[in-house]
């Protein structure tokens, strides 16, 4: 048994907040911004229960399915609205899903983690998991620290994900931890995320390739095999480079980072739409989806996108 993963939503909110708005009240400009992360501008408000539910809801209607159809909801984020009720009871409530709802927090690798996990739990017999990633960073946020504010935005996307007879189309998958790295990127609570952004974006990179090389091996694939790379979205150069290393061209990467900067968990399933709509990712396409982030967590897997 396998699974099958399709309809992809998204939702982000209406407020844009571009780099000059950032450089207005902060020691910082557009061109180090831009040259520095490729980030242009992020959405930032709302809550992550709210992101989730629409974007959940987009998910759904592409899928032609009823709430009721559903019988487990996956929420993947980092900044859940409150400590309990888990922010995965809000969703099943806001929409209407039958069955469970879960969060799982694995940073900017938790959507990928969430599929792995999706998949785990239609082998044993969930018939349908919404999977949804959700972040409102801007919430943990020192809006007067510019080396942490000009990077975040809020958003979420969501997919459904269902058993199918045979291998199905998650094709390999590759998850890592090291917990021992906790320093370089956390959130205590009631604090402000702190990062050692130098240190994380060295190991990023040959994280990202090693995870991705490993699940791309599995898959009996390589790099050249790859229609569409979907990179967590943190910073361009960190996408360039390990694209750069593994051998897959930018125009087979999918980014979005310019528009929405760095989401978390949401960053993922954002790219996978915009690949969706662009043209990028077809019915069929193989795709090699990979996330890195606080933990430090990783994950890579290999995906038939059904479409
Ligand atoms: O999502 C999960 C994981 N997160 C990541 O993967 C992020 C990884 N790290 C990064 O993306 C980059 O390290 C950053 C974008 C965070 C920083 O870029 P950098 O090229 O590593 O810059 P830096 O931290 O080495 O700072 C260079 C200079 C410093 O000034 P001095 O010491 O050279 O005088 C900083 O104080 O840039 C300064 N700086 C800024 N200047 C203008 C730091 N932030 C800003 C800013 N505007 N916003």
Redesign the pocket.
């Given at each position: 048994m396998g699974i099958r993963v399709h309809s992809c939503g998204i939702a982000v909110p209406d407020k844009v907040v571009t780099n000059d708005d950032l450089s207005a009240r902060l020691?910082?400009?557009d061109a180090?911004?831009s040259e520095?992360?490729g980030i242009r501008e992020r959405r930032v408000g709302g809550t992550t229960t709210g992101l989730a539910t629409e974007a959940g809801r987009a998910a759904l209607e592409r899928a032609g399915l009823q709430p009721a159809d559903i019988d487990l909801l996956l929420l993947a984020t980092t900044t859940p609205d409150a400590l309990v009720p888990a922010s995965s009871t809000t969703v099943q409530h806001a929409l209407g899903t039958g069955g469970g709802a879960i969060d799982l927090n694995a940073a900017?690798s938790g959507f990928v983690y969430g599929l792995v996990t999706a998949a785990g739990l239609a082998a044993v017999g969930a018939r349908r998991v919404l999977l949804i990633g959700a972040d409102t960073l801007s919430r943990i946020t020192d809006w007067d620290d510019?080396?942490m504010a000009?990077?975040v935005g809020d958003g979420a996307g969501a997919v459904v994900v269902e058993p199918v007879d045979g291998p199905g189309d998650l094709l390999s998958w590759n998850l890592g931890a090291d917990g021992g790295l906790r320093h370089l990127?956390y959130c205590d609570h009631g604090g402000y995320l702190f990062?050692d952004?130098?240190e994380?974006?060295r190991k990023?990179v040959r994280i990202v390739v090693e995870s991705a090389e490993k699940a791309l091996a599995d898959a009996g694939m390589t790099a050249g095999d790859v229609d569409v790379f979907v990179p967590?979205q943190?910073?361009l150069r960190?996408i360039q480079a390990a694209g750069q290393r593994l051998g897959i061209p930018a125009e087979r990467t999918a980014v979005v980072i310019d528009r929405y900067g760095?989401t978390?968990s949401a960053s993922i399933p954002l790219a996978l739409a915009d690949a969706i709509q662009n043209g990028q990712a077809k019915p069929g396409a193989r795709m090699l989806l990979c996330g890195?982030?606080?933990g430090m967590t990783w994950a890579s897997a290999v995906l038939r996108w059904g479409g």
């Open positions: 020691d910082t400009s180090w911004i520095r992360t900017c510019r080396k000009v990077l990127l990062m952004g130098k994380i974006f990023a967590h943190a910073n960190i760095n978390s890195f982030g606080g």
